[in-house]
């Protein structure tokens, strides 16, 4: 079992960058799959980006491609989300979520693919 806790939330202006970081708990971390999915009020959680057991492949919505980079670090437990040129759009609470990976070269865009979900760091991006 795996605990995440999310952090590095915030308000920024659009057009900034935060980045969002995920502790894991744990001596496993390098057997999960990780994604980053977030979820805004009154709509349903969506996917945001995810990265493979290793970190060799990543995917990103297209929504945020070109603006977001994922990536982790296995010595750390850690797998971070830089966001840069924010919107107003990308406002949402932001949910860090991990899954067994049999396959070092996955990622897993699906929201029920997860087992473990961090408690979520809230994103405000004003215009």
């Known amino acids: 079992q795996v605990q995440l806790v999310e952090s590095g939330g915030g308000l920024v202006q659009a057009g900034g960058s935060l980045r969002l970081s995920c502790a894991a708990s744990?001596?496993?971390?390098?057997?999960?799959?990780m994604g980053w999915f977030r979820q805004a009020p009154g709509k349903e959680r969506e996917f945001v980006s995810g990265i493979s057991r290793t970190g060799s492949t990543t995917s990103y919505a297209d929504s945020v491609k070109g603006r977001f980079t994922i990536s982790r670090d296995n010595a750390k437990n850690t797998v971070y989300l830089q966001m840069n040129s924010l919107k107003p759009e990308d406002t949402a609470v932001y949910y860090c979520?991990?899954?067994?990976?049999?396959?070092?070269?996955?990622?897993?865009?699906?929201?029920?693919?997860?087992?473990?979900w961090g408690q979520g760091t809230q994103v405000t991006v004003s215009s």
């Open positions: 979520a991990a899954t067994i990976g049999w396959l070092t070269t996955i990622v897993v865009r699906t929201s029920t693919d997860y087992n473990y």
């Open positions: 744990g001596r496993t971390f390098s057997s999960y799959v």
